[in-house]
């Protein structure tokens, strides 16, 4: 087994009630780490938690039902590191606040919130017309971003420091939310105001972080990573993610300290040799199905991950799960295996075997 991985770089990221990010690895990382998540509908039915819009926009709402989700996991979980450090996060904090959602908002689409999901983009896309006259949003002066901004205040005032992280997506997840599909024919008719969609999001993207990375840094806590969410990848081919979205990660890569990509649970391997193109790289992630020997020999320095789907988790049989494991800790490791999306109909003892099952196989079992 490969065992260049050193301790730096990047790690997966899952919070109560947030979808899965990233967050700096601290060199305690076991071989083969677990990390968990589960959706919104896992919380609503065993605590009542209503992710409706109250939950996104009110940080000390956020922060109480944050509390009753820890204690939770705890409970339901003992000794499974599951849900971030609770000692050293305080639950007033920016993990999970408008999901998926904070850039396309920035941009003025709407969303639906829901009391038991993550919000959803309303389809009020933008018109060509509308497309070719946009700029870079300023964070400072964007409505949108001003609420942000002011439940930072309410955290600082609150809790002192500003801990957690909005997920800032990806240029071609943020584009097709404000495009709609007439971004995947804009790659190939129009690929003029494609490239300046991409380039208005990624550079509001960077603006975007900046602004909170500097506000937290103020209050005591630095974030000093980006990474980006390639969730919709596997809908362009190769060339258009070298030709369209290459050049937009990279310059994100370049803006910090480290970086990180999510392909999600799709095959990595028509974007792996691009992908190991970026500098720096600290976390890469892919699907069971990826060839991931060729995925670690791309990717040696940087902390990879297997995104295990929660259909697997939840219906293969232990001894699959076991082999599966296995393979992944044999081919891809020292690596994180994540299992986010965790429904509520998944047994907690499934939830608790897999997690033995990892540290056995971790510890040399």
């Not at 967050?23 to 209503?50: K, M, N, Q």
């Not at 305080?90 to 999901?99: E, K, R, T």
Request: charged share 25%; aromatic share 8%.
């Amino acid at each position: 087994m490969d065992t260049s991985f050193d301790g730096r770089g990047l790690r997966s990221y899952i919070a109560p009630g947030a979808p899965a990010t990233r967050t700096p690895c601290d060199g305690s990382e076991s071989p083969l780490r677990i990390e968990f998540g589960f959706t919104p509908r896992w919380y609503r039915d065993r605590l009542g938690v209503d992710f409706s819009e109250r939950w996104h926009t009110d940080p000390l709402h956020r922060a109480a039902t944050v509390e009753k989700m820890r204690v939770l996991l705890r409970k339901t979980f003992p000794g499974v590191p599951i849900g971030g450090d609770f000692n050293r996060l305080p639950p007033g904090n920016l993990d999970g606040a408008h999901g998926a959602l904070l850039v396309a908002r920035m941009f003025g689409i709407g969303a639906v919130y829901f009391p038991d999901n993550w919000p959803a983009a309303e389809h009020n896309h933008l018109s060509e017309a509308e497309i070719a006259a946009l700029s870079p949003v300023v964070p400072e002066n964007n409505p949108f971003f001003q609420t942000v901004l002011g439940q930072m205040e309410t955290i600082a005032r609150e809790f002192g420091q500003i801990g957690g992280y909005l997920n800032w997506q990806g240029a071609l997840n943020n584009a097709e939310r404000i495009r709609g599909p007439e971004l995947f024919m804009d790659f190939m008719m129009n690929p003029g105001l494609a490239r300046r969609l991409l380039d208005v999001v990624t550079e509001t993207m960077i603006a975007g972080m900046r602004a909170v990375y500097a506000r937290q840094a103020a209050s005591g806590v630095t974030v000093r990573h980006a990474t980006v969410s390639n969730c919709l990848v596997n809908m362009v081919s190769p060339d258009i993610y070298r030709e369209f979205l290459l050049p937009c990660d990279q310059r994100i890569a370049e803006a910090f300290d480290l970086f990180g990509v999510h392909n999600c649970a799709w095959c990595v391997d028509p974007y792996i040799a691009d992908y190991a193109r970026l500098h720096p790289l600290d976390y890469v992630d892919m699907g069971l199905d990826s060839d991931l020997k060729r995925a670690r020999c791309f990717c040696p320095g940087a902390r990879r991950a297997l995104m295990y789907t929660p259909m697997d988790l939840a219906n293969k049989p232990l001894p699959e799960i076991e082999a599966d494991l296995r393979r992944i800790h044999r081919e891809l490791g020292p690596c994180d295996v994540v299992m986010a999306d965790i429904e509520t109909d998944t047994p907690d003892e499934r939830v608790a075997a897999v997690a033995r099952l990892a540290a056995e196989i971790a510890e040399g079992g």
